[in-house]
């Protein structure tokens, strides 16, 4: 075949398969990357392509040209013959990146805006962000994909087909969700409870094709019908979706989409069907009633024909529950993560729901992304690790919820890729979890960690972010932190947690490394085989430190003699002193922290599992005088007013002894914390502060104290401050602290 030029850029066309073999193949001897450019070496040629924009999530952007290491221009199809020959793919890897290629071409022409759901479903154009060949369509004809894929918008009837009871098989388990129903809205009431179930016409064409019977009869000689309804393709193909609806349909399709051809197993819909029960059972109540916006689509009934007295794979239908959230509110999350030449839709939905904040558009980002955790990633962390269900929840299985602009809640799909924990199991009805897919610890960090953090949250930090490397560090800095309360809201999920936070390396799943192997990842024999390691970003984040209850630092006053020390506050030792302190009202006035010594205590040791926060008391000649939070600023509700670097400090401070107040102790004090912070990490170059606005003493020591600076008022939520700043190299005039 010779050397076509696309229409498409070339950045668009390889950006999946460059950045699904980084992911795969990152430390194959053929593959060099740095943050400019990657090159792959063959044997007797290398080429090389420019990073546009090089992610710390690995949504990598590239730049048009291929060229040798000469410079000499190159074309898609020299980098996949180098591919092929390096990986020894087999001859039809070319063949469906190319076939690929041209589906994308075709498709491209077809953007248009997204104003509902059902068009979110339809323009999922790129497809998976990390795959050889996103939106290969195999075992279909150019004009059945035009006819049935969602990217064309078409819509059609189905037909339903007349079947001897003796040969239907059909499993209902919701009065809700029924074959009776849909027969009424798709055939009109008189069939309603005639024996028709119904069929895609791909599957239809294809049990005719095979000769397929129905007992002793031919399936070409059975009474069908043609829908009164137009149903339309979602983002799968083989889900359909009709306005008003009172269910989807799935079906058993025999065209290849991606890595596997799209056959329905009964013995996975049974197991769909068993974690549909787990759902309607009254031990997920409390769950659902503390998260209403989140909502299962619920896979109750399924069914098709039987051969040999075994339902026929081939004829499986399924019934999945209706969207519950308003059709111009809910989006697929994948398709609001794509970017093709633009920013994806979801930042331009968080920086319009974000607009009146006066903050920096990474700030912006961030508040939208904080609820974005809450409202759609805490409810399934939270049914994994409170409840014991695990949900596949990729981006495509994900639709979001929003009100002005926020996002509210989610809808999961596909219980097909849905099991228990170990205590999912043991606390649900065994009648009903017999046969539910159970999974350990370690395949728990790996699977359902790699479907939730690799794909779903790595990839909407990469959308959000969008080609800004501190909005993507802001953004995963913001992530782990959320990692960490949840570590304490949810112990079962330590094992999960901890796996995210420490690890350097974690695993995911290797498309490119599938397809190259030729391989369908639903039947091949051992599917764990395509996952493989990659670093993990969140290590790449600032890295906790360990701190002893030693003194950190002190100094004498060469003055009067006077030593003033810092050490990591010690709840067993100072919790009475910390409970005095907070109980005088010239404390409690600016702190608010006027507790109980049990709500302190759980105060304190919260801080001690903290990311961010260093809780210190400082002395004088060996005797407590006050007490700082040392907090890393980038972290903090201070962050969107300062707009702080990635290693800058912030403290907050009290003197709980009246006998210092107003004396040059303060002073000291605030300069030995100053100093702390610079020599704890050589990375600080700015400290923060934000006291009440009134509150003159510490606004006076501040300005007083070499390197610091106080700036503008303004307003947080709960209190008006004002700014202060502390700059190291206006500081080291005075203080060395090479």
């Known amino acids: 075949m010779p050397n ?253 989409l991606t890595n596997s051809i799209r056959i329905l197993n009964g013995s996975d819909l049974k197991r769909s069907n068993v974690i549909n029960q787990v759902f309607e059972g009254q031990e997920l109540n409390d769950f659902f009633n503390q998260y209403p916006h989140f909502h299962i689509q619920r896979e109750s009934t399924f069914g098709g024909i039987k051969a040999d007295d075994q339902l026929d794979d081939r004829t499986i239908f399924q019934l999945r529950e209706k969207l519950k959230g308003k059709v111009e509110e809910s989006y697929v999350l994948a398709t609001l993560c794509e970017s093709i030449d633009d920013a994806p839709l979801i930042r331009e939905i968080a920086l319009e729901a974000t607009k009146d904040l006066n903050f920096s558009d990474s700030y912006k980002i961030e508040n939208w992304f904080s609820r974005f955790l809450d409202n759609v990633i805490k409810p399934i962390m939270a049914l994994a690790f409170g409840e014991g269900v695990l949900v596949g929840a990729h981006l495509q299985n994900l639709i979001v919820e929003f009100k002005d602009g926020y996002p509210i809640g989610a809808e999961y799909r596909d219980c097909q890729g849905t099991g228990l924990t170990k205590f999912g199991k043991e606390r649900f009805n065994p009648e009903v979890t017999k046969e539910a897919l159970v999974i350990d610890e370690d395949n728990i960090n790996k699977v359902f960690g790699y479907y939730l953090v690799v794909n779903t949250i790595f990839t909407t930090i990469g959308a959000l972010a969008f080609k800004n490397k501190k909005t993507e560090f802001i953004l995963l800095n913001s992530f782990k ?47 764990w085989a395509i996952y493989n390691r990659i670093i993990n970003p969140l290590s790449s984040l600032r890295k906790s430190k360990t701190y002893s209850f030693d003194n950190l630092l002190e100094k004498v006053n060469p003055r009067n003699g006077k030593k003033l ?54 002395e004088l000649d060996g005797s407590p005088i006050g007490y700082f939070e040392v907090y890393w600023a980038f972290d903090d509700r201070i962050a969107p007013y300062c707009n702080p670097s990635v290693y800058d400090r912030g403290i907050h401070l009290l003197f709980g002894e009246e006998r210092v107040l107003r004396t040059r102790h303060v002073f000291d004090a605030l300069a030995l914390i100053t100093d702390f912070c610079f020599y704890d990490d050589p990375r600080t170059e700015h400290i923060w502060g934000e006291p009440r606005a009134d509150n003159t003493n510490v606004l006076k020591f501040a300005g007083a104290l070499t390197g610091w600076e106080v700036l503008e008022e303004f307003s947080f939520p709960h209190k008006r401050a004002r700014l202060l700043c502390c700059t190291k190299s206006v500081r080291a005039k005075e203080v060395q602290y090479e």
């Open 4 to 256: 076509k030029t696309y229409g498409a850029t070339n950045s668009i066309l390889v950006q999946p398969i460059l950045n699904s073999l980084l992911r795969d193949f990152s430390d194959h001897r053929s593959v060099c990357v740095d943050e400019s450019k990657l090159v792959i070496k063959g044997g007797s040629e290398s080429l090389k392509i420019n990073f546009h924009y090089y992610s710390l999530v690995g949504l990598h952007r590239y730049e048009n040209e291929i060229t040798d290491l000469e410079g000499h221009p190159k074309t898609i199809e020299d980098l996949i013959d180098l591919l092929v020959t390096i990986f020894s793919a087999e001859k039809e890897f070319k063949e469906q990146f190319l076939k690929n290629c041209e589906e994308l071409e075709k498709i491209l022409q077809r953007k248009r805006e997204i104003t509902n759901y059902l068009e979110s479903e339809q323009m999922l154009f790129l497809g998976h962000p990390f795959h050889p060949f996103p939106k290969l369509k195999g075992n279909i004809s150019n004009e059945e994909i035009e006819k049935y894929s969602p990217e064309y918008a078409n819509g059609f009837e189905i037909i339903w087909v007349q079947v001897d009871p003796n040969y239907l098989s059909l499993i209902e388990t919701s009065e809700e969700i029924t074959l009776a129903a849909l027969r009424e809205f798709d055939l009109g009431l008189d069939k309603k409870d005639e024996p028709f179930i119904p069929m895609h016409p791909l599957q239809y064409e294809d049990l005719i094709r095979a000769n397929f019977k129905i007992g002793d009869r031919d399936l070409s000689s059975s009474t069908f019908l043609y829908g009164i309804r137009k149903w339309f393709a979602c983002s799968s193909m083989r889900t359909l979706y009709s306005p008003d609806a009172p269910s989807y349909l799935k079906f058993s399709l025999p065209v290849k």
């Open 481 to 527: 932190n959320f990692l960490f309360d949840l570590r304490k809201e949810l112990p079962r999920g330590t094992h999960f947690f901890d796996y995210w936070i420490d690890q350097e390396q974690v695993y995911q799943k290797g498309n490119f490394r599938c397809t190259v192997g030729s391989n369908d990842e639903n039947t091949m024999e051992n599917p």
């Open 565 to 618: 020390s810092l050490r990591k506050i010690n709840v067993d030792k100072d919790l009475d002193i910390f409970h005095e302190w907070h109980n005088k009202d010239f404390v409690s006035e600016f702190w608010e922290l006027n507790f109980s010594k049990e709500k302190l205590k759980k105060y304190l040791e919260d801080l001690y599992e903290s990311n961010s926060t260093l809780p210190l008391i400082v």
